[in-house]
């Protein structure tokens, strides 16, 4: 049964495309979501490397950067109901390893490093003004997990005008039944879902306008 259909009848799917300016969000690729004995596991290390090479071409176009962790304070005293639901991450402290962006994809000065205590790299941050300041209308949102904070960063990427575009292959999850299927949903409802080759040839189209 193809299950696209429903949602083709329904008008569903329609592609948002690239507006003037993109920005990139590499959302809580740490140390912990790279390691399967804590939060990791399933394709995540495969979407690391692959988000690897986007960010390189996004550095050598000027496309703003930023990266999100989960950092809570050492007492507990800022977590809420997503810690309650899922109470390790409270473990995730500034000053944890396991709460550090991989090495392979270590920030670089003037790049902007979003502290978060929930799933949205948009709830209780200064994400939205950042992003506002750079003049982007266009996000592209790479990281982990793709049923977690990935979608919840793509939803509220969409609720405030945003046009998000999900690189396939740069998100990840710690088990694939997951990540198939809200990739799917994103792509039917939410974003433009696409392989970071097309992603890397539109950043380059883009920068040699600027």
Same mark, same amino acid.
């Given at each position: 049964m193809d299950e696209s259909a429903i949602y083709k009848k329904q008008g569903m799917g329609n592609p948002l495309g690239f507006g003037k300016k993109a920005a990139l969000v590499v959302v809580d690729f740490v140390n912990g979501f790279n390691d399967p004995e804590v939060f990791g596991g399933g394709n995540i290390p495969q979407a690391i490397a692959a988000t690897k090479v986007l960010l390189e071409a996004a550095r050598r176009?000027?496309?703003?950067?930023?990266?999100? /962790?989960?950092?809570?304070? @050492?007492?507990? #005293?800022?977590?809420?109901?997503?810690?309650?639901?899922? %109470? @390790?991450? @409270?473990t995730l402290t500034i000053d944890n390893?396991?709460?550090? $962006? *991989?090495?392979?994809?270590?920030?670089?000065?003037?790049e902007f490093i979003v502290d978060k205590t929930d799933a949205s790299s948009f709830h209780g941050t200064g994400f939205g003004a950042w992003?506002?300041?750079?003049? *982007?209308?266009?996000?592209? *949102?790479?990281? +982990?997990?793709? #049923?977690?904070? $990935? /979608?919840?960063?793509? $939803?509220?990427?969409? +609720?405030?005008?945003?046009?998000?575009? $999900? %690189?396939?292959?740069? *998100?990840?999850? /710690?088990?694939?039944?997951?990540?198939?299927? #809200?990739?799917?949903?994103?792509?039917? @409802?939410?974003?433009?879902?696409?392989? #970071?080759?097309e992603i890397i040839a539109e950043i380059e189209r883009l920068g040699a306008q600027n």
């Open positions: 176009n000027n496309v703003p950067i930023a990266f999100t /962790r989960i950092i809570y304070q @050492k007492d507990g #005293s800022d977590a809420g109901v997503f810690a309650e639901k899922a %109470p @390790k991450l @409270k390893p396991l709460s550090q $962006v *991989v090495p392979d994809l270590e920030p670089r000065d003037g992003l506002t300041y750079h003049h *982007v209308d266009t996000l592209i *949102v790479t990281g +982990a997990t793709t #049923s977690g904070c $990935v /979608r919840a960063t793509v $939803v509220d990427a969409c +609720a405030h005008n945003y046009r998000p575009i $999900v %690189p396939r292959d740069c *998100v990840g999850d /710690r088990a694939i039944g997951p990540h198939d299927a #809200s990739l799917f949903d994103m792509g039917q @409802k939410y974003a433009d879902v696409l392989a #970071s080759n």
